[in-house]
């Protein structure tokens, strides 16, 4: 991705995947997507945020997203680090039991 480019969805989305299930910083997101601080996505996050209030369907699709990589998390992921992510509920939890 090109450094710097303003309101990039793309980049948005992908900062906002890597802190919720991969568990990155901000720092690190911004050193992988090659941005200046921790604080660049910070304001990447924000605008995603804004962008879903007045978007539904980019709503609807980023919960689809996230709902298939909950899913995969749940099969790939060892126990102990479904708790370190913190993003799990007791259903997740009750179906890798069952799984």
């Known amino acids: 991705m090109r450094a710097r480019a303003r309101d990039a969805l793309p980049r948005a989305i992908l900062a906002h995947v890597l802190m919720k299930y991969a568990g990155y910083s901000q720092r690190e997101v911004a050193d992988l997507l090659n941005l200046r601080s921790g604080s660049s996505v910070s304001h990447q996050i924000?605008?995603?945020?804004?962008r879903l209030k007045g978007q539904g369907a980019l709503r609807q699709r980023l919960k689809k997203v996230e709902s298939i990589l909950e899913k995969e998390l749940i099969k790939s992921a060892p126990l102990p680090e479904m708790f370190r992510m913190g993003e799990l509920d007791a259903l997740a939890l009750n179906?890798?039991?069952k799984g």
């Open 46 to 50: 924000l605008n995603l945020e804004d």
């Open 95 to 97: 179906s890798y039991f």
